[in-house]
């Protein structure tokens, strides 16, 4: 735990709240003894006992939550393994395992609910009140049974339930960017969770407890290291290490994916060449699938970054990214494996617009890769900012299956310390109108495979699991975590019905603390928006680590520079991407080319990503540019103040430890939107050469001081001196 120690011994000393100490580690799985007498007494009068017939590790994995779920909340044992149905018992299996449900008229209902769906309802069995939990396979039954704990952690109904799911996505994953060295590439929560020095020998009870929050949310698939690749993973000893966390994973319905490194032929096959067309290299490929596949049956397949960032790809040998995913593909076809392609691309040659190139590069590749190749497309055409324009790849490539990439990490959004709730952006982006097949061509229904038919879909996220004791680094970046997984499986889920949840489990029922702390959460996307980058600005972050400003950078490459993105000058800011620019609006749909490239219509929130707007110039609010910033800048600081207050509200309903770790956290944020804001309005200040308006909070320092702000470490969470 982090700098809370203070904060949460004065809370102590204060008897500010007398609950048990937590920290964290149970995610929304705490099961903690309801306290609402009439509630527990009505639950335990509906549940009596636990029948789960069948014995496979996934109904195992089904009873033991159930069991220790009950436990919890009841605050005493329920009976179990009956072999018929008693009044009060809660049945769970499928039709294949348990007698009691194949002998149920659900047949039909549950065919419909798929390999993963599940059924619970209240029935009456030979005079016995029974509720069932079903799937078809022996998943679906236990993402049911945390489905139905959930009802309970949040206080649902259980009189006469009747719940039937199934996701609309298949593959529903996590993205790792962890090395071998255990460090995390863009990680703010500790170490990477797999011990590779201790495997295949010693296994983690973490494993378990990530499969366990995992599948709680459906999650069903996980690539476990990095895509900036180490050949390494690919060795006999490490497909032994990765064998044994698939083995763990296995039962809690999850398939284990790798990170494949283009140049293996080479760096580990003795070849001369990776060229995807030649016939060693094929060769190589199909051995290693093989030998991967005798390890782990069920192996997913490969997440591939190539050409991208100095990683190898087939550009390398003039091949293209289809030449080279199709190679893959051939390697992993005997297997029902998966290639991943990312179109993150982001080569050495840029111009004239960096957010242009994934489109360039992959339109004209739709139709050329094979059955088993995806490719998966970042949130956003440029790369996990706390705003952009969705990606106009989606709806752009009808043949090829896109997968949607989002990030959880908060690489820019202030990593482990500053409370963002993405649940807000996922909503945003998922139900943004790509016009594709005309209105109501959502990104949601193109991942889900309805605006054309792909044969088969996915999502993934650049996870924050690491080895803090929270998992995430911050209590609030679990409901990240959380979000993410509910709002893969329904895609259409209401990000504050997915946080009304989260905090029902992670902090209380009281109906006060989670209106409060869901206000905190709701505004929090918005807040960030505002006090880093607001009116559509991107990028603006300082250089590497991505932590604090840095509009000023000039020096390096320049499509990884600040001033590339925002272009300020004495005339105004914002780029110009429209016909008079790079044209880079004609990459969507009409609907939407027309709507961003018109002054007109285009949205204030996306503003300056589209267009070059004189300082003066009035918006849509009637006050100028530079006023407009001047108050979303600030908008963005009251709100992190607004949220402080909300989170002191809730002081006495949630315990010492979790509650003085958030207040300290937040008081960060809030001296970190005053940095964010400061440097950047005296920065343009420079240019505009108009003052902040009197009614306003003056920069505390001027513009040298924070440009000298030095912020060690590079890639990991950086530490700032003497910031505001
Ligand atoms: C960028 C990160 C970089 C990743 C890259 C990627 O800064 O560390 O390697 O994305 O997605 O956001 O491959």
Same mark, same amino acid.
């Given at each position: 735990?982090?700098?809370?120690?203070?904060?949460?011994?004065?809370?102590?000393?204060?008897?500010?709240?007398?609950?048990?100490?937590?920290?964290?580690?149970?995610?929304?799985?705490?099961?903690?003894?309801?306290?609402? $007498?009439?509630?527990? +007494?009505?639950? %335990?009068? /509906?549940?009596? *006992?636990? =029948?789960?017939? !069948?014995?496979?590790?996934?109904?195992?994995?089904?009873?033991?939550?159930?069991?220790?779920?009950?436990?919890?909340?009841?605050? $005493?044992?329920?009976? +179990?393994?009956? %072999?018929? /149905?008693?009044? *009060?018992? =809660?049945?769970? !299996?499928?039709?294949?395992?348990?007698?009691?449900?194949?002998?149920?008229?659900?047949?039909?209902?549950?065919?419909?609910?798929?390999?993963?769906?599940?059924?619970?309802?209240?029935?009456?069995?030979? *005079?016995?009140?029974?509720?069932?939990?079903?799937?078809?396979?022996?998943?679906?039954?236990?993402?049911?049974?945390?489905?139905?704990?959930?009802?309970?952690?949040?206080?649902?109904?259980?009189?006469?339930?009747?719940?039937?799911?199934?996701?609309?996505?298949?593959?529903?994953?996590?993205?790792?960017?962890?090395?071998?060295?255990?460090?995390?590439?863009?990680?703010?929560?500790?170490?990477?969770?797999?011990?590779?020095?201790?495997?295949?020998?010693?296994?983690?009870?973490?494993?378990?407890?990530?499969?366990?929050?995992?599948?709680?949310?459906?999650?069903?698939?996980?690539?476990?290291?990095?895509?900036?690749?180490?050949?390494?993973?690919?060795?006999?000893?490490?497909?032994?290490?990765?064998?044994?966390?698939?083995?763990?994973?296995?039962?809690?319905?999850?398939?284990?994916?790798?990170?494949?490194?283009?140049?293996?032929?080479?760096?580990?096959?003795?070849?001369?060449?990776?060229?995807?067309?030649?016939?060693?290299?094929?060769?190589?490929?199909?051995?290693?699938?093989?030998?991967?596949?005798?390890?782990?049956?069920?192996?997913?397949?490969?997440?591939?970054?190539?050409?991208?960032?100095?990683?190898?790809?087939?550009?390398?040998?003039?091949?293209?990214?289809?030449?080279?995913?199709?190679?893959?593909?051939?390697?992993?076809?005997?297997?029902?494996?998966?290639?991943?392609?990312?179109?993150?691309?982001?080569?050495?040659?840029?111009?004239?617009?960096?957010?242009?190139?994934?489109?360039?590069?992959?339109?004209?590749?739709?139709?050329?890769?094979?059955?088993?190749?995806?490719?998966?497309?970042?949130?956003?055409?440029?790369?996990?900012?706390?705003?952009?324009?969705?990606?106009?790849?989606?709806?752009?490539?009808?043949?090829?299956?896109?997968?949607?990439?989002?990030?959880?990490?908060?690489?820019?959004?202030?990593?482990?310390?500053?409370?963002?709730?993405?649940?807000?952006?996922?909503?945003?982006?998922?139900?943004?109108?790509?016009?594709?097949?005309?209105?109501?061509?959502?990104?949601?229904?193109?991942?889900?495979?309805?605006?054309?038919?792909?044969?088969?879909?996915?999502?993934?996220?650049?996870?924050?699991?690491?080895?803090?004791?929270?998992?995430?680094?911050?209590?609030?970046?679990?409901?990240?975590?959380?979000?993410?997984?509910?709002?893969?499986?329904?895609?259409?889920?209401?990000?504050?019905?997915?946080?009304?949840?989260?905090?029902?489990?992670?902090?209380?029922?009281?109906?006060?603390?989670?209106?409060?702390?869901?206000?905190?959460?709701?505004?929090?996307?918005?807040?960030?928006?505002?006090?880093?980058?607001?009116?559509?600005?991107?990028?603006?972050?300082?250089?590497?680590?991505?932590?604090?400003?840095?509009?000023?950078?000039?020096?390096?490459?320049?499509?990884?520079?600040?001033?590339?993105?925002?272009?300020?000058?004495?005339?105004?800011?914002?780029?110009?991407?429209?016909?008079?620019?790079?044209?880079?609006?004609?990459?969507?749909?009409?609907?939407?080319?027309?709507?961003?490239?018109?002054?007109?219509?285009?949205?204030?929130?996306?503003?300056?990503?589209?267009?070059?707007?004189?300082?003066?110039?009035?918006?849509?609010?009637?006050?100028?540019?530079?006023?407009?910033?001047?108050?979303?800048?600030?908008?963005?600081?009251?709100?992190?103040?607004?949220?402080?207050?909300?989170?002191?509200?809730?002081?006495?309903?949630?315990?010492?430890?979790?509650?003085?770790?958030?207040?300290?956290?937040?008081?960060?944020?809030?001296?970190?939107?005053?940095?964010?804001?400061?440097?950047?309005?005296?920065?343009?200040?420079?240019?505009?050469?108009?003052?902040?308006?009197?009614?306003?909070?003056?920069?505390?320092?001027?513009?040298?001081?924070?440009?000298?702000?030095?912020?060690?470490?590079?890639?990991?969470?950086?530490?700032?001196?003497?910031?505001?």
């Amino acid at each position: 735990m982090k700098k809370v120690l203070l904060a949460a011994c004065l809370l102590v000393a204060t008897g500010a709240s007398t609950l048990r100490a937590e920290d964290g580690y149970d995610l929304w799985l705490r099961y903690r003894l309801i306290t609402d $007498a009439p509630l527990l +007494a009505r639950y %335990k009068a /509906a549940v009596t *006992g636990l =029948v789960v017939e !069948g014995d496979s590790p996934t109904l195992r994995a089904a009873r033991d939550e159930m069991t220790r779920g009950l436990k919890g909340l009841f605050g $005493a044992d329920v009976a +179990a393994d009956a %072999k018929v /149905a008693r009044d *009060g018992d =809660v049945i769970i !299996g499928t039709a294949a395992s348990s007698k009691i449900i194949s002998g149920l008229p659900l047949a039909k209902e549950l065919k419909a609910l798929g390999k993963e769906g599940y059924l619970i309802r209240a029935v009456t069995i030979g *005079g016995k009140k029974v509720i069932v939990v079903a799937g078809n396979e022996d998943v679906g039954a236990l993402y049911g049974s945390f489905a139905l704990l959930r009802q309970m952690q949040t206080h649902g109904s259980l009189a006469s339930i009747s719940l039937t799911s199934s996701p609309k996505i298949q593959v529903r994953m996590l993205d790792h960017w962890d090395n071998l060295d255990r460090s995390v590439e863009r990680g703010y929560a500790g170490k990477s969770l797999w011990e590779w020095s201790e495997l295949p020998g010693s296994i983690s009870n973490r494993y378990r407890d990530y499969a366990r929050a995992n599948a709680s949310i459906g999650i069903n698939a996980a690539a476990l290291t990095n895509v900036n690749a180490n050949v390494k993973m690919l060795t006999p000893e490490y497909i032994a290490n990765v064998a044994a966390i698939a083995g763990e994973l296995r039962p809690y319905g999850m398939k284990v994916f790798l990170s494949a490194k283009f140049s293996a032929p080479i760096d580990l096959g003795g070849l001369k060449t990776a060229d995807p067309l030649d016939a060693d290299v094929k060769a190589f490929w199909a051995r290693k699938a093989d030998e991967i596949y005798a390890a782990i049956p069920d192996f997913g397949g490969f997440l591939v970054k190539a050409n991208s960032e100095g990683q190898p790809g087939p550009q390398d040998y003039k091949r293209s990214h289809a030449e080279g995913a199709n190679m893959f593909a051939d390697a992993l076809a005997p297997h029902n494996g998966l290639v991943i392609w990312r179109a993150f691309v982001y080569g050495g040659n840029t111009a004239p617009d960096r957010v242009k190139q994934a489109y360039d590069e992959f339109k004209p590749l739709d139709g050329q890769f094979k059955s088993n190749v995806v490719v998966q497309v970042k949130n956003g055409p440029l790369d996990f900012q706390p705003r952009e324009p969705f990606s106009p790849l989606f709806g752009a490539m009808p043949k090829t299956p896109l997968f949607m990439e989002f990030q959880v990490t908060k690489e820019y959004l202030g990593q482990d310390t500053h409370l963002v709730y993405l649940g807000a952006e996922f909503e945003e982006v998922l139900r943004a109108d790509t016009y594709a097949k005309g209105k109501g061509s959502t990104v949601a229904k193109v991942i889900e495979g309805s605006v054309d038919p792909y044969r088969i879909t996915g999502i993934a996220v650049i996870a924050t699991v690491g080895t803090d004791t929270n998992w995430t680094g911050s209590q609030f970046n679990q409901a990240n975590w959380y979000a993410y997984g509910r709002m893969a499986w329904d895609p259409m889920a209401k990000s504050s019905s997915v946080a009304d949840e989260w905090i029902r489990m992670t902090f209380s029922n009281d109906p006060r603390v989670v209106a409060g702390i869901e206000h905190i959460m709701m505004v929090s996307r918005e807040a960030v928006v505002n006090y880093m980058t607001p009116l559509g600005l991107v990028h603006i972050m300082a250089t590497g680590h991505h932590y604090g400003p840095g509009p000023w950078v000039r020096q390096g490459r320049p499509d990884q520079t600040p001033y590339y993105y925002h272009r300020a000058d004495s005339l105004g800011m914002g780029f110009d991407r429209t016909k008079t620019g790079t044209n880079g609006v004609e990459q969507y749909f009409p609907e939407v080319r027309d709507r961003y490239a018109s002054r007109k219509t285009v949205p204030d929130s996306v503003l300056l990503f589209f267009h070059r707007v004189g300082w003066t110039e009035k918006l849509a609010s009637g006050r100028t540019m530079w006023d407009e910033l001047v108050y979303r800048y600030n908008m963005g600081v009251d709100s992190v103040r607004s949220m402080q207050k909300g989170w002191d509200k809730v002081e006495s309903a949630i315990d010492a430890e979790r509650f003085g770790e958030v207040k300290s956290f937040l008081a960060i944020q809030e001296k970190e939107a005053r940095w964010w804001r400061d440097a950047a309005l005296s920065y343009y200040q420079t240019f505009s050469k108009l003052p902040i308006p009197a009614q306003y909070e003056q920069p505390a320092h001027p513009l040298t001081y924070y440009q000298t702000i030095r912020c060690p470490q590079n890639r990991n969470k950086p530490r700032c001196d003497a910031v505001p």
